[in-house]
């Protein structure tokens, strides 16, 4: 049973392009997390999807970024434009089912991550 | 709002010594507790969890108490392997709808034989 996977592990882009980042949850896990480390840091929580919905987008920067879970394929993390304060490692993670409180957390599985270079 | 500290490392041990690692968190409402660990190159694994106040959270010989008196959930092993050489992150989870994940900084450990 495959984990979660995110391609590519490594990324380099320069100022102004595209980055496409992307997450295959671990089998029949619905839900994704996307976490962005910059460096020294902790992970700092980005986006929250289900199955083509957001759930919780609290943490995305509010221009640049965006994020999908379609219904079929990876979930997408999207950066446009990219400046170099965008170097970080992206972490995605994949839980079974919708947060219930606090009796029902359901756990998160991590990928390995997509460390992205601005140049 | 809901923060995490933890200490800073890099914490650098010989094999069979006892290992703490220090975890404060500010949080509304009752949160859960949670420790993970990093090897290098791979993504975070969960090493254990508590869901209130007094519960322990234990686990490969890793053991946290979730202390809300000091706020504190510190991460202990009586005795560490080199294989234990890994970034460690306290969290929390404030239970709301999401269980997103709020990480200190993480903590490296090195273990020398």
């Known amino acids: 049973n495959a984990g979660v996977m995110q391609n590519p592990r490594h990324l380099v882009r320069r100022r102004g392009q595209e980055a496409r980042l992307r997450c295959s949850p671990m089998?029949?896990?619905?839900?994704v997390y996307w976490y962005r480390q910059l460096p020294e840091e902790g992970l700092k929580f980005m986006v929250y999807?289900?199955?083509?919905?957001?759930?919780?987008e609290s943490g995305m920067p509010k221009e640049r970024f965006s994020a999908e879970f379609p219904k079929e394929g990876p979930s997408i993390l999207r950066i446009q434009q990219v400046v170099r304060g965008d170097s970080a490692a992206y972490f995605c993670?994949?839980?079974?089912?919708?947060?219930?409180?606090?009796?029902?957390?359901?756990?998160?599985?991590f990928g390995p991550g997509t460390r992205l270079t601005v140049l | 709002g809901n923060s995490v500290t933890q200490m800073e490392g890099p914490v650098t041990l010989s094999e069979e010594a006892f290992l703490t690692i220090n975890c404060t968190y500010t949080?509304?409402?009752?949160?859960?507790l949670f420790w993970y660990v990093q090897y290098p190159g791979e993504g975070l694994q969960l090493l254990l969890k508590?869901?209130?106040?007094?519960d322990k959270g234990s686990n490969k010989g890793f053991e946290a108490t979730y202390r809300k008196e000091t706020t504190s959930f510190h991460l202990e092993k009586g005795s560490v392997q080199v294989s234990d050489s890994a970034v460690y992150f306290c969290?929390?989870?404030?239970?709301?709808?999401?269980?997103?994940?709020?990480f200190g900084t993480g903590t490296r450990l090195q273990v020398f034989p």
């Open positions: 993670a994949s839980s079974q089912g919708l947060a219930g409180g606090p009796s029902s957390y359901n756990e998160q599985f």
């Open positions: 089998k029949g896990h619905s839900h």
């Open positions: 999807l289900q199955k083509e919905n957001i759930i919780d």
């Open positions: 949080a509304t409402g009752y949160p859960s």
């Open positions: 508590a869901t209130k106040a007094d």
């Open positions: 969290a929390l989870s404030p239970m709301d709808i999401t269980d997103k994940l709020i």
